[in-house]
């Protein structure tokens, strides 16, 4: 009992641990797979291993793996070795519910207060300039709250935000019944969404509204609620960006500025070295993309090897660029990064079409369980609309977590691994194992 309360606090603080120190959120994830190794063998539990999620994470954790040892660098080998950590991290999780009745709750308070101290220090660093332990806000109006200069606020309440929603959905707490804090509960999902505009992270805010509207039509709620809950959100939104022209620069402005580069700069009299009218988001994203795409070219089915996109793009036959030419100007954009922004393409081109397969399969696994749920489950009294709720909100969180079609961070990334493996322990929870 003493390893699962052990391992309740650490799951439970990970939340902040994400905020504040990933080192702090890597090392509790691996000292939570060790709990929970130590107390299956104890009580011999082995039946946490035999699921159709377990047995696929370590098929691609021995492919990437394998992979990366073909690199002969240190750089892939690394990113990979240990990553089986994750796997067991979600097993962890499931194992910390399903033996921890308190969990669920504890888990939500952490993450709500997190939310909402978050959400109040955005408001404040975007109007003063600074948050309140000193940070500054970004010169081109983002804001990282607590994370200082790594600007991923708004990804960080994206990935939180629908777990919290489905526990609220799904558990009737006591502490529900105090007005006071039910109104502040309910207060933070406003406040959430307006801090994930202030972060300037154009892909969490779109990823945000693809959330909002698809728990709308999927989740069993009253029809009022949900017209108040969307016309809530869609004035608040246009208020804030009618309000604040800052906003609407970033959002709108840059945009489509990013998007019809090429055009701009060839009114303005510069040559390409490349006939492109529009970038797909920007042009330093159409660099890296191409740059990818040479790379799964020259190696389709097995890529170039994990986290060898930083390393290769520097390579003459991957090197890919925008040039822009004039008598008195000259623009180069280059596709070489730390990775390709984007988690598809970044498989497609470090792991090939087999490391990419897995991600695909997933994605097309979580579409088909949302129609499958919504379509037989959705006006089945026989289901609890809790358990319903919860495991719709869970679902979605895979869905905006893998959205194809956004720019994203570095797939192989700790801090983005962790928050991708989280919401399967509660997903297998629910599922009983079932994945």
């Known amino acids: 009992m003493r390893i699962i309360k052990a391992n309740s606090v650490l799951i439970c603080l990970l939340p902040i641990f994400l905020v504040l120190s990933r080192f702090m959120a890597d090392l509790s994830i691996c000292i939570s797979g060790i709990l929970f190794l130590i107390s299956v063998v104890k009580k011999k539990e082995w039946f946490y291993f035999n699921n159709n999620f377990f047995y696929l994470f370590l098929l691609f954790f021995f492919y990437v793996f394998i992979r990366s040892l073909f690199t002969l660098n240190t750089i892939s080998i690394g990113s990979t070795v240990f990553y089986f950590r994750f796997g067991l991290f979600s097993l962890a999780v499931w194992h910390v519910i399903n033996n921890n009745s308190k969990f669920l709750k504890y888990f939500f308070i952490t993450c709500a207060v997190i939310l909402l101290i978050l959400s109040l220090d955005a408001i ?120 604040d022209s800052k906003i609407y620069q970033r959002y709108i402005t840059e945009v489509y500025n990013q998007f019809t580069l090429d055009k701009q700069y060839k009114e303005k009299g510069l040559q390409s070295n490349h006939n492109r009218s529009y970038f797909t988001f920007s042009v330093h994203h159409e660099t890296h993309y191409q740059v990818a795409y040479k790379m799964f070219i020259n190696n389709i089915f097995f890529g170039q090897g994990p986290k060898m996109f930083r390393i ?63 379509f037989v489950f959705y006006n089945n009294n026989k289901i609890s609309s809790d358990i319903y709720n919860y495991k719709m909100c869970i679902l979605l969180c895979f869905f905006i977590n893998f959205f194809p079609i956004v720019p994203n961070g570095n797939f192989f990334n700790n801090w983005l691994s962790i928050t991708y493996y989280l919401p399967v322990g509660f997903y297998l929870q629910i599922t009983k194992g079932k994945f």
């Open 312 to 374: 290769l793009c520097k390579d003459e036959k991957f090197r890919f660029e925008y040039k822009y030419e004039s008598p008195d100007r000259n623009e180069v954009f280059d596709g070489c990064t730390t990775h390709p922004h984007n988690s598809y393409v970044q498989l497609f081109a470090e792991t090939g079409l087999f490391g990419a397969a897995f991600l695909i399969l997933f994605f097309c696994y979580v579409v088909l369980k949302l129609f499958y749920n919504f």
């Open 124 to 243: 404040y660093q975007y109007y003063n300039g600074y948050n309140v332990i000193g940070y500054p806000k970004h010169i081109y109006n983002k804001v990282g709250s607590f994370f200082g200069e790594t600007y991923i606020l708004g990804s960080y309440i994206l990935k939180i935000f629908p777990i919290i929603l489905g526990i609220f959905l799904y558990k009737n707490y006591s502490f529900f019944k105090n007005k006071y804090i039910f109104m502040g509960i309910i207060l933070i999902f406003p406040l959430s969404l307006f801090a994930v505009i202030l972060s300037g992270q154009r892909a969490a805010l779109f990823l945000f509204f693809v959330y909002v509207f698809t728990i709308l039509i999927l989740l069993k709620l009253k029809k009022n609620l949900k017209i108040v809950v969307l016309s809530s959100f869609l004035i608040s939104a246009i208020f804030v960006f009618s309000y």
